[in-house]
């Protein structure tokens, strides 16, 4: 069918000459002498939705049916997502036609477009709302700013809201997905975090891969997450769409974009696997986590008072680093490059990861203990104590760091960033915090160093962690009910109410001398890992980067700067175009 289309369309009064190109629907005010005044031009898989008559969706869904009309749902860019990232908004135009016959052409046509140009558009989905995230509006958002829009582009949702931590991994590990298109969470970090571990199991688990070995080659998973924010850092939505708003995500679900998104598994001796895509950090931000955890109640600002408190603690850690660094020749943490939609660096990528002929094989030949092949290049290791070791498969960038923790690293480029924060002076380490929150660069300081690695092996000096061992050994006999309390309060994957009757499990065991050392002010030597929000049960890690092993329904960080700066409204719409196109 020839998708394109043009005649004369009327709103209200006005005259409008519309123009259905396949890749593009626009159309431009014309005047008594048929001059030309403005135009709109929307790439046609930005178009929501169609619908016939004039349908309004706020503040509930209405049609005034009438046989000459239709309406067009569109995505509309607004200039209030801040410097970084571009808010969207549904954008509605209603037309009228000369006759139905042009209508039912009209319609018929736009929705023969849509077809063709954004296949990935959710028919049906799978949807986790998290009640307690954030600050607990889960549901409120999803059914009054979500939904809505959902029934608008003729999704159907099943809509499951959480009764438990990890219910949404469970069900994703073993209940029946036939006919889903993809998985949305409504939540924060940590409910992303399910939807990952859940959708990844379930993955290899059909491709009878044992997920615990790092030397497997992961199958990349069939099913597209989205994203509803609704949580207290938000990290994975913003720095994959660059603004964190319910709205604008709900749309990239709904035009099925697609991003590609490098994990990180993490595995330890006893062969547990965890993934992380943004923050996987030992030292401060272990730390911060685990302290944040006893002041849940607080909600999000439980972050910025647990930050406060750790620094004030004032500690450094031992440990031995490994890594194996990226081809230096393709890009660089320190190359002041960002990694926006349409990102050259994460496409070329893409052909690497991927390669036609290639079953995409084992990149590792061995096992755990001999992780490094010749072709995969030289380990490199470093020993010392550090302030925070941290590794990032993407910028991580989110509201209390709109740049991130690595402004340069890339979504989907097989790669991940290796941060080391040898131990400084307190002042030291508050400026490297610090310039988190603004443009100065927080690698030009000479106890940081950035690597952009492959896979990383981290473990303790030996006798440190035996030492630590005991203590905590010593410890689980004779802790009061006091500090039990404090040593419960860790697991964020655990029921709390029902943690104070558990026995004593490794995960409490591995973040006991941290908990300890700030319940009994005993400075303790090791520390727990943070896994994208979740306290890891082991210090001892290998960690592997998969490239692009899951998808989201967004489409990376829109340049909002570029596009405000650009003068007329055409030039704002072509470059998004340009940037779908790419
Ligand atoms: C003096 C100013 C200091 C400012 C420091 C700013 C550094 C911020 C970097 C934040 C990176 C965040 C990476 C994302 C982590 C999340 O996965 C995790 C869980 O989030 P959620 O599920 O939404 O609760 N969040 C954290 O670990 C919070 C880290 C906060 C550190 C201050
Ligand atoms: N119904 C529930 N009750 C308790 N915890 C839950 C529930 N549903 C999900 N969780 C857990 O809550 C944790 C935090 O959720 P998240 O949505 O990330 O909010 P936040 O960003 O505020 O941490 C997640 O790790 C998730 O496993
Ligand atoms: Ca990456």
């Known amino acids: 069918m020839d998708l394109g289309l043009e005649s004369s369309l009327w709103v209200g009064n006005k005259r409008y000459r519309a123009v259905l190109t396949g890749w593009h629907f626009k159309w431009t005010e014309v005047d008594k002498k048929n001059r030309d005044k403005k135009t709109v031009l929307v790439p046609v898989a930005e178009v929501a939705g169609v619908e016939e008559g004039r349908v309004e969706i706020l503040p509930q869904k209405s049609v005034e049916d009438t046989d000459k009309d239709f309406t067009v749902f569109y995505v509309k860019r607004s200039s209030g997502g801040g410097s970084y990232g571009l808010l969207w908004r549904l954008g509605r135009i209603q037309f009228s036609c000369a006759s139905r016959v042009l209508r039912d052409q009209w319609t018929k046509h736009l929705r023969a477009a849509l077809k063709t140009h954004s296949p990935l558009r959710p028919h049906r989905l799978l949807v986790f709302i998290n009640p307690?995230?954030?600050?607990?509006?889960?549901?409120?958002?999803?059914?009054?700013?979500?939904?809505?829009?959902?029934?608008?582009?003729?999704?159907?949702?099943?809509?499951?809201?959480?009764?438990?931590?990890?219910?949404?991994?469970?069900?994703?590990?073993?209940?029946?997905?036939?006919?889903?298109?993809?998985?949305?969470?409504?939540?924060?970090?940590?409910?992303?975090?399910?939807?990952?571990?859940?959708?990844?199991?379930?993955?290899?688990?059909?491709?009878?891969?044992?997920?615990?070995?790092?030397?497997?080659?992961?199958?990349?998973?069939?099913?597209h997450i989205g994203i509803i924010p609704a949580g207290s850092t938000d990290c994975v939505c913003f720095a994959t769409v660059g603004v964190v708003d319910p709205v604008t995500s709900a749309l990239h679900i709904i035009i099925g974009d697609s991003q590609p998104l490098?994990?990180?598994?993490?595995?330890?001796?006893?062969?547990?696997?965890?993934?992380?895509?943004?923050?996987?950090?030992?030292?401060?931000?272990?730390?911060?986590?685990?302290?944040?955890?006893?002041?849940?109640?607080?909600?999000?600002?439980?972050?910025?008072?647990?930050?406060?408190?750790?620094?004030?603690?004032?500690?450094?850690?031992?440990?031995?680093?490994?890594?194996?660094?990226?081809?230096?020749?393709?890009?660089?943490?320190?190359?002041?490059?960002?990694?926006?939609?349409?990102?050259?660096?994460?496409?070329?990528?893409?052909?690497?990861?991927f390669p036609h002929s290639s079953d995409s094989g084992s990149l590792y030949s061995s096992h755990f203990s001999q992780f490094s092949t010749d072709s995969e290049g030289e380990w490199v290791s470093v020993e010392g104590r550090f302030r925070?070791?941290?590794?990032?498969?993407?910028?991580?960038?989110?509201?209390?760091?709109?740049?991130?923790?690595?402004?340069?690293?890339?979504?989907?480029?097989?790669?991940?960033?290796?941060?080391?924060?040898?131990?400084?002076?307190?002042?030291?380490?508050?400026?490297?915090?610090?310039?988190?929150?603004?443009?100065?660069?927080?690698?030009?300081?000479?106890?940081?160093?950035?690597?952009?690695?492959?896979?990383?092996?981290?473990?303790?000096?030996?006798?440190?962690?035996?030492?630590?061992?005991?203590?905590?050994?010593?410890?689980?006999?004779?802790?009061?009910?006091?500090?039990?309390?404090?040593v419960d309060t860790v697991s964020r994957n655990g029921s709390q109410q029902h943690l104070a009757q558990r026995a004593m499990t490794s995960e409490r065991k591995a973040a006991t001398p941290f908990l300890c050392g700030l319940c009994c002010k005993k400075s303790p030597s090791v520390s727990v890992w943070n896994c994208d929000g979740e306290i890891l049960p082991f210090t001892k890690i290998v960690c592997k980067i998969h490239g692009q092993l899951v998808r989201l329904y967004a489409r990376g960080i829109e340049d909002g700067a570029a596009i405000r700066n650009s003068e007329e409204r055409d030039e704002c719409q072509r470059i998004c175009i340009l940037n779908s196109l790419k």
Not at 147 to 159: D, M, Q, R, Y
Not at 333 to 340: G, V, Y
């Open 132 to 223: 307690f995230g954030g600050k607990k509006k889960g549901r409120q958002i999803y059914h009054s700013l979500v939904a809505p829009l959902f029934e608008l582009a003729g999704i159907s949702s099943h809509v499951i809201v959480t009764e438990r931590a990890n219910q949404a991994r469970d069900h994703l590990l073993k209940k029946d997905l036939t006919g889903f298109d993809g998985v949305v969470c409504v939540g924060g970090d940590g409910m992303f975090s399910e939807l990952l571990h859940g959708l990844i199991g379930r993955t290899q688990q059909e491709a009878g891969l044992c997920e615990n070995d790092p030397a497997v080659a992961l199958q990349p998973c069939p099913l």
């Open 262 to 353: 490098d994990v990180c598994s993490v595995h330890d001796v006893s062969a547990q696997v965890r993934y992380s895509v943004s923050l996987l950090g030992y030292g401060f931000y272990g730390d911060v986590l685990a302290e944040s955890e006893k002041h849940r109640w607080m909600g999000p600002l439980r972050y910025d008072y647990s930050g406060a408190v750790v620094y004030l603690s004032n500690r450094s850690y031992s440990g031995i680093v490994q890594y194996l660094p990226a081809d230096p020749l393709l890009s660089s943490p320190r190359d002041k490059t960002r990694c926006l939609a349409g990102c050259s660096v994460c496409s070329r990528s893409t052909e690497r990861l």
């Open 388 to 486: 925070c070791v941290s590794l990032t498969c993407m910028s991580s960038s989110c509201a209390r760091s709109p740049l991130g923790l690595s402004p340069s690293a890339h979504l989907a480029d097989g790669t991940g960033d290796l941060i080391l924060v040898w131990d400084t002076h307190p002042l030291g380490f508050l400026k490297f915090l610090y310039r988190h929150t603004s443009t100065q660069d927080q690698f030009d300081l000479p106890f940081v160093e950035v690597h952009r690695v492959k896979a990383v092996r981290f473990s303790v000096p030996s006798g440190r962690e035996e030492q630590e061992y005991e203590e905590i050994g010593g410890f689980s006999s004779e802790i009061d009910e006091g500090q039990r309390e404090c």
